[in-house]
């Protein structure tokens, strides 16, 4: 098992930054590539981010790119979303994940190769 805690979500204006933190605990984290997703109200989940065990490999949805930045740090357990010039439309529940099923190189923007979840932390922009 392994148990996942977002924190660092709240409520910014527009063109604010907020960085959101996923501590991990349980199985072994450091080998494991990792996920964030988000969810709006009346939206499905979709993919925002996600980075491969190493940090090697970062992947970025087209409505986040050059503005989130996905990092981890794996003697921390720690993965973190770093969300610059943040926009009305960014506002949803933030999930991170832990990707378990198929190849991580092909489903890492699919939820439904990851097996582990948060419980997820509220982002707001404001107008």
């Known amino acids: 098992q392994v148990q996942l805690v977002e924190s660092g979500g709240g409520l910014v204006q527009t063109g604010g930054s907020l960085r959101l933190s996923c501590a991990a605990s349980?199985?072994?984290?450091?080998?494991?590539?990792m996920g964030w997703f988000r969810q709006a109200p009346g939206k499905e989940r979709e993919f925002v981010a996600s980075i491969s065990w190493s940090g090697a490999n970062t992947y970025y949805a087209d409505s986040v790119k050059g503005r989130f930045t996905i990092s981890r740090d794996n003697a921390k357990n720690t993965v973190y979303l770093q969300m610059n010039l943040l926009k009305p439309e960014d506002t949803a529940v933030y999930y991170c994940?832990?990707?378990?099923?198929?190849?991580?190189?092909?489903?890492?923007?699919?939820?439904?190769?990851?097996?582990?979840w948060g419980q997820g932390t509220q982002v707001t922009v404001s107008s």
């Open positions: 349980g199985r072994t984290f450091s080998n494991r590539d």
């Open positions: 994940a832990v990707h378990t099923v198929g190849l991580y190189s092909s489903g890492y923007a699919s939820p439904r190769a990851y097996g582990y």
